[in-house]
């Protein structure tokens, strides 16, 4: 049995690896904010419960993280183990989880703010049919224009510098006393986000002793 949690800022390619080491261990990947999304889409109660808070443009709440959460690992349809991607989201949960699930190891995807800043404000989205672009991973042939439907290039409203400072302080302010107390327990592998894909899956199974990554 496999139990691992994934720590990283958006844009450090969690969901990637997360989803590439399930499907290659048999783990079940816990997405939190997937699980969110689902509720949304389906229109359940706690789905109109999420689409409330985010329309009051707030964060849900620790409360309903953990209890999504608890309530997925209740399933206990993870025969060889799971990652948990979203939770946990302060000390006290972390503390928690530690203990009653006995975790092998958390994979900490580190990257610099100054690269994810890179990163974000290269963004684009074609305003006509919705394809991205990134102009450092993904250029349009032609500036401005999107390759697809010959749509203008746009910046989504919330990528801007003073939207990610915001972001990113929430981010830090909720994850770093996470990362204290599991690293206060020595669980942490830093896993270097800035690289290829495939480097990054690569040093995951090294440094959390797993067999190697064949693409
Ligand atoms: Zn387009």
Redesign the pocket.
Known sequence: MRKYVIIGVPGSGKSTQATTLAVDLDLVHISVGDIFRWQVQNHTKMGAQVRRIMAAGELVGDDLAEKVAADRLAEHDWNYGFVVDGFPRNARQAEFFLESYDIDGVIHLDMPDSEVRRRVLARRL?A??G?DYNLIQSRPATEGV?D??G?NLITREDDTEEALVVRLREYHDKTDPVLDLFRRKEYVAVIDATASKEEIQQEIRDKLGLPPYKP
Do not use: H
């Open positions: 074609c006509n049919c394809v999107c697809v439907c749509g």
